[in-house]
């Protein structure tokens, strides 16, 4: 009488190592395969379960594959997908330094972000102003900061140098004139006005 068994597991052909990839980068689960002593249709089923991790983009993948013969024989591989965030946003439409009038308005643009993950990146926006060694003399500095759900963050500086290079400009001022010794005209004082000081 001779007995035949099946006590051996099938043998994964092609099973996946574990990978660490960047949040926009997650590869599909491949097709493993498994093959077998005596079955030659090995059943492989499919798991993935997700861990999350310290943030909404990084996390990890436990992909498991079980792989079951005919006679209830089973073999299991897990691959690990450790997925991170790394890279930080990027700013759109960054204005370069300027140097202008100590008069003219300069706009806030609307600068805005985009992330190879987080569809909702946050904008900061904050403005400092530096006197300079007159009233007309500034440094407007603006600073924008884009964060994404990973605290990963990129920021730009503009810096806008107010000068009052302008001298004021006169007006009413009484012109040259030839008169007789009686009939001296009074004294008109002549205004002033300056694109930075206002009339004085």
């Known amino acids: 009488q001779i007995f035949v068994g099946d006590n051996s597991a099938p043998t994964f052909i092609n099973p996946p190592a574990d990978l660490t990839v960047e949040c926009d980068a997650v590869p599909n689960p491949v097709a493993v395969n498994a093959e077998d002593a005596c079955d030659d249709d090995i059943q492989v089923t ?10 909404p983009d990084s996390y990890t993948l436990v992909r498991t594959w079980t ?3 005919n006679c ?14 790394t890279t930080p946003p990027v700013l759109n439409l960054k204005p370069a330094d300027i140097t202008v009038d100590c008069d003219e308005v300069v706009n806030v643009p609307n600068v805005t972000a985009t992330d190879n993950c987080d569809l909702n990146v946050t904008v900061t926006y904050t403005v400092v102003t530096t006197p300079g060694n007159c009233p007309g003399n500034s440094i407007e500095t603006r600073t924008w900061v884009a964060i994404d759900n990973c605290d990963n963050a990129t920021t730009h500086v503009q810096k806008i140098t107010f000068v009052d290079d302008e001298p004021p400009v006169f007006s009413n001022v009484p012109v040259d004139m ?6 001296i ?4 004082d002549p205004t002033a006005t300056d694109n930075c000081s206002g009339v004085f």
């Open 178 to 183: 030839t008169v007789d010794c009686s009939n």
């Open 72 to 85: 209830d024989n089973a073999a299991t591989h897990v691959q690990k997908v450790n997925v991170r965030d």
């Open 46 to 55: 499919f798991t993935e379960v997700r861990q999350d991790g310290p943030c």
């Open 67 to 69: 792989a079951t013969d």
């Open 185 to 188: 005209p009074p004294i008109v």
